[in-house]
């Protein structure tokens, strides 16, 4: 089974920079598509980012476009999560997941089949 561990959440003032980690922890990640997931206190849980096996695509909510990057290193069986100009709405603990199988569709978490505990995010003014 696939375990995964994030980390690299923290305290940090708006227009702060963090990078976000998630490591497999059993399992690699089998060649699966990894995402970026977060949700806020009292929220649905959102999509943040998507990166296929290769890392030749990559897909972002809008709000996040141009401030966040995705990226992958399969050696290492660990994606990232680079976060740029943070705003406090994108406080929220943040969640990467494995992609399943017998969907095309990196938006919606029910598409996910691995999760990991998650890490929190907090952003202030």
């Known amino acids: 089974q696939v375990q995964l561990v994030e980390s690299g959440g923290g305290l940090v003032q708006a227009g702060g920079s963090l990078r976000l980690s998630c490591a497999a922890s059993?399992?690699?990640?089998?060649?699966?598509?990894m995402g970026w997931f977060r949700q806020a206190p009292g929220q649905e849980r959102e999509f943040v980012a998507a990166?296929?096996?290769?890392?030749?695509?990559?897909y972002y909510r809008n709000s996040v476009k141009g401030r966040f990057t995705i990226s992958r290193d399969n050696a290492k069986n660990t994606v990232y999560l680079q976060m740029n100009s943070l705003k406090p709405e994108d406080t929220a603990v943040y969640y990467c997941?494995?992609?399943?199988?017998?969907?095309?569709?990196?938006?919606?978490?029910?598409?996910?089949?691995?999760w990991g505990q998650g890490t929190q995010v907090t952003v202030f003014s």
């Open positions: 990166i296929t096996w290769s890392g030749g695509n990559t």
């Open positions: 059993g399992r690699t990640f089998g060649s699966r598509a």
């Open positions: 997941a494995r992609k399943g199988l017998g969907s095309d569709s990196y938006y919606y978490a029910h598409y996910y089949d691995y």
